[in-house]
């Protein structure tokens, strides 16, 4: 069992930068990749970013590649979103995702234009810009 913890959301202005934080507890989080999704009002869940088990590989969505930054403690426990340069577009709820399939697979589904099904989810965390 994992349980997913989201904390960092708020309200900041366009142009601001934000770190999101995801405690992930479980006795094999190790084990398991974590990613970043979100979902704004009235639109489907999208990827953000995942990183994996190691914490070396990481996957980062082509929206937010220049602007947003993933990474994971070396105990693989905790694994943080840097936002920077945010827009309005980015507002959304952002949520937590553990899987025990690599990052390349999960990429691979994506591709493929289906959703991965993942282990595991957060209760996520809002995000607003302003303008």
């Known amino acids: 069992q994992v349980q997913l913890v989201e904390t960092g959301g708020g309200l900041v202005q366009a142009g601001d930068s934000l770190r999101l934080t995801c405690e992930a507890s479980?006795?094999?989080?190790?084990?398991?990749?974590l990613m970043w999704y979100r979902q704004a009002p009235g639109k489907e869940r999208e990827f953000v970013a995942a990183i994996g088990s190691a914490g070396r590989d990481t996957d980062v969505a082509h929206a937010v590649e220049n602007r947003f930054t993933i990474s994971r403690t070396s105990d693989k426990s905790t694994v943080y979103l840097q936002m920077s340069g945010l827009r309005p577009s980015d507002t959304a709820t952002y949520y937590c995702?553990?899987?025990?399939?690599?990052?390349?697979?999960?990429?691979?589904?994506?591709?493929?234009?289906?959703?991965?099904?993942?282990?595991?989810w957060g209760r996520g965390t809002q995000v607003t810009i302003s303008s």
């Open positions: 479980g006795r094999t989080i190790d084990r398991y990749s």
């Open positions: 995702a553990a899987d025990l399939r690599p990052i390349e697979l999960l990429r691979s589904i994506r591709y493929s234009g289906a959703a991965p099904v993942l282990d595991y």
